[in-house]
């Protein structure tokens, strides 16, 4: 059962990446990303009230804002990337930050790094590059680094969750990390022009539903499930999305898509087994930044 569930918050996070596409025909990144998270954070309250309101005191506010910035960048350049990319390559760049994650645990922890573990990233970054191919035209290959920034930003928020579980409790972080989101990403809407008119509604509820059930989801199966076989099966988000294309835009998958989304795939799931116990911010509160 815990299979399946996981299975289907992979399958809602390809759900969240399709409306998203979608939505980013007329609708900017910081609108996308205002509704994503404003509407998680009415989620939050509502779960506020109903737990019987939990301190949310914090003493290391400014690590929260440096999550919240993080994901707020992560979710921005996700959506900009969309604009140009198809759903696939942007589901499979945006999903490597596993790849980033030892670099930055060698920079900031001096967490030895293995030969096995390199030569796993290497393979990883060579199926990044048979997505990317440097040679498409140059719209592409700026939305496939911008799919990339994305990853990056969601690996460095997931290490700014292993300080502040050092002293705050899973609920502090959640609620911190929507409420200055929204008021980010609220913000960053202000600053570009609020364009009510003609927003894809529809599109948008899609994003925000989709997206909470995902984290919900996720965070109920890690409960059950080891960190480690939750990041495998939620590496399946890639292939629901090129059927979501396929069935949505009638878009098939290159034979190099698919292949470069296998290897990144085989690289991810292949790390993930080479790094069970060892010391890593992997928890409920860190996997997947969305």
């Not at 990144?264 to 116990?277: C, D, Q, Y």
Request: some cysteine.
């Amino acid at each position: 059962m815990y299979y399946f569930v996981t299975l289907l918050a992979a399958s809602c996070y390809a759900g969240m990446t399709i409306c998203m596409k979608i939505a980013s025909q007329s609708a900017d990144g910081a609108t996308m990303t205002f509704v994503r998270y404003g509407f998680s954070f009415l989620i939050v309250l509502l779960l506020y009230g109903i737990s019987g309101k939990p301190p949310i005191k914090t003493s290391v506010l400014p690590i929260h804002m440096l999550r919240s910035v993080l994901g707020v960048l992560m979710f921005g350049c996700y959506a900009w990337a969309l604009r140009d990319l198809p759903v696939s390559n942007a589901l499979s760049l945006n999903a490597a930050y596993p790849l980033f994650l030892p670099f930055l645990l060698f920079f900031f922890y001096r967490e030895p790094l293995k030969l096995h573990r390199f030569l796993l990233i290497g393979l990883g970054f060579i199926g990044m590059i048979v997505i990317v191919r440097p040679q498409m035209e140059d719209y592409n290959l700026v939305a496939s680094l911008v799919a990339i920034l994305s990853a990056i930003c969601s690996a460095c928020a997931n290490l700014t969750v292993q300080a502040l579980r050092k002293t705050e409790a899973s609920y502090t972080i959640v609620f911190y990390f929507f409420l200055l989101a929204s008021l980010g990403s609220f913000g960053w809407m202000l600053a570009t022009g609020i364009h009510v008119k003609n927003l894809p509604w529809l599109p948008l509820l899609g994003v925000a539903l989709f997206g909470v059930l995902s984290q919900q989801l996720l965070s109920y199966v890690l409960k059950y499930l080891h960190a480690t076989v939750v990041s495998m099966i939620m590496n399946s988000s890639i292939m629901v999305g090129m059927l979501g294309s396929w069935m949505v835009w009638g878009e098939q998958p290159r034979v190099l898509d698919v292949l470069g989304a296998l290897i990144l795939i085989a690289s991810m799931m292949s790390l993930s087994v080479a790094t069970k116990g060892v010391k890593a911010p992997c928890n409920k509160e860190s996997q997947r930044q969305i």
